[in-house]
T-cell receptor, first 117, second 113 residues
Framework: AQTVTQSQPEMSVQEAETVTLSCTYD???????LFWYKQPPSRQMILVIR??????QNATENRFSVNFQKAAKSFSLKISDSQLGDTAMYFC??????????????FGTGTLLAVQP | KAGVTQTPRYLIKTRGQQVTLSCSPI?????VSWYQQTPGQGLQFLFE???????NKGNFPGRFSGRQFSNSRSEMNVSTLELGDSALYLC????????????FGPGTRLTVL
């Protein structure tokens, strides 16, 4: 069975600084997707970034980038120039791909990020 | 495009009752997945529907059921409610045309008294 582990329950960062959130996963599959979602106090789940396992290049979206290490089964999220609006719970998620997406996301337990002014 | 919508947003029920939650996916999306979020268990996959067929099911009792209509709208039903069913229920849709990302609705907060 696939599992996703986020070992940092809470983190804090100063505004404008950089922070990295950790995520490891366990799977025997070769084809899969990895995601980072954020859930602000409104509870709306918002996609931050996505990575396909077959792509070696790390995904980037503006201030958000990932460090994908397939052999180590590690998928960390780096947030640059942190903003107050980045304060949220961040979830790492995994989805297998059996010739088509399974549409079953497996989530980690989340990291609560607080951006301090 | 309008996002995923869920109704109602808040619901209070008592033990033993049943409840139906509704989810309208993004226009053109044919896959709808449901998740339960609780402080104790985190985010757990309930089931996924595609073209009115359940394709995938999580590890939940048979009291949890769902269906999908021809317009891709989906409903989730929980019968014989228990206190432990109190949770945020999230619905997500995806297009299934090369795009695997799931887009989430705002959720329905269910409280069972």
């Amino acid at each position: 069975a696939q599992t996703v582990t986020q070992s940092q329950p809470e983190m804090s960062v100063q505004e404008a600084e950089t922070v990295t959130l950790s995520c490891t996963y366990d799977t025997s599959e070769n084809n899969y997707y990895l995601f980072w979602y954020k859930q602000p106090p409104s509870r709306q789940m918002i996609l931050v970034i996505r990575q396909e396992a077959y792509k070696q290049q790390n995904a980037t979206e503006n201030r958000f980038s990932v460090n994908f290490q397939k052999a180590a089964k590690s998928f960390s999220l780096k947030i640059s120039d942190s903003q107050l609006g980045d304060t949220a719970m961040y979830f790492c998620a995994f989805m297998t791909h059996y010739g088509g997406a399974t549409n079953k996301l497996i989530f980690g337990t989340g990291t609560l990020l607080a951006v301090q002014p | 495009k309008a996002g995923v919508t869920q109704t109602p947003r808040y619901l209070i029920k008592t033990r033993g009752q049943q409840v139906t939650l509704s989810c309208s996916p993004i226009s053109g999306h044919r896959s709808v997945s449901w998740y339960q979020q609780t402080p104790g268990q985190g985010l757990q996959f309930l089931f996924e529907y595609f073209s009115e067929t359940q394709r995938n099911k999580g590890n939940f009792p048979g009291r949890f059921s769902g269906r999908q209509f021809s317009n891709s709208r989906s409903e989730m039903n929980v019968s014989t409610l228990e206190l432990g069913d109190s949770a945020l229920y999230l619905c997500a849709s995806s297009s299934q045309t090369g795009e695997v990302t799931q887009y989430f609705g705002p959720g329905t907060r269910l409280t069972v008294l």
